[in-house]
């Protein structure tokens, strides 16, 4: 059996648990969800076992999935971070920039699209995006070949094949083995039973009196209008502005998928999960770590870039 870890919990300074993410122990058969979340809908074609969940575990925090070594999906979406980064944009192989700020993968089972431009609708597609990004984790501009690469370079790693094995029903593995089990994993990153679920769930006692007025204000003000739900997201795209105010944006967004007008300048609404860990926010990470959540709540009732806003439902 591969050893897991049954429950991480990451402390700030002051004491505080910040972040809780349930993994399984080998011999359980279901995933038990934290307080305040609803079940995870399992892809048909991808059900959850703890065996794959734990396959896809290891998948996650090998580097030599990338060309050179170097990168593993752990490496842009990282624990400390809420599964996220905390630069604006994360080096790929051989130091190469991305183009997007690495979004939080907590509670990422829940998304009906992936990446910020949601060009991805599941999870495993979502992971077959970085193995063949050459500025992610391989040297290949060919997004096919790299994924073969990478597929090649598993096959060749002799201890996995027992775990393949065991999860598929073969050793030798193919790319689609590797992006479900590595989906599977991430599905089980989940964050919930905070004190707000807890008073959502009738503990009055669970939220102060000030983060009470705050919910309120929350509310009134429109936050919850796309930061909604068990997770605080609606699930859309929405152009709040955010690059959009130069002669020609080099980033649209939305529109690059789907060529509508509607979508220009739209990106994935995030979730607010953890949203203390997943600063720099917005897709291009505009929002350094140095600037509070205060500030940047403000920005949005008070300046010009709201002209832009464009809210729509997925």
Known sequence: MIPSIRLIKLVVLA???????LYLEGQEAELK??????????????????????LGRLLFFDKRLSTDGSVSCASCHRIPCAFGDSTPVSDGIHGRPGNR???TLVNTAYSKFQFWDGRAKTLEDQVKGPLGNHSEMTEEDNPQKALELCTEKVRQISEYKPLFKAV???EDCT???????????ERTILSGNSPFDRYQLG?????????????ETFKRVGCINCHSGPNFTNGGFANIGIGMNQPHPEDTGRFEITGQMKDWGSFKIPTLREVTLTRPYMHDGVYMMGLTLQKQAFSYTETSELSFVNIRFA
């Open 203 to 215: 503990d009055k006692t669970a939220l102060s009196s000030e983060q009470i007025k705050g919910y």
């Open 33 to 54: 969800v934290p307080a305040g979340l609803p079940s995870i809908p399992w892809p048909e074609d991808n059900l959850y076992t703890p065996q794959k969940a734990d």
């Open 15 to 21: 004491g505080v648990v910040i972040l809780s993410v």
């Open 168 to 170: 598929f029903g073969h």
């Open 175 to 185: 790319i689609d083995d590797i992006a479900k089990a590595i989906a599977t994993f």
């Open 101 to 103: 700020n690495s979004p």
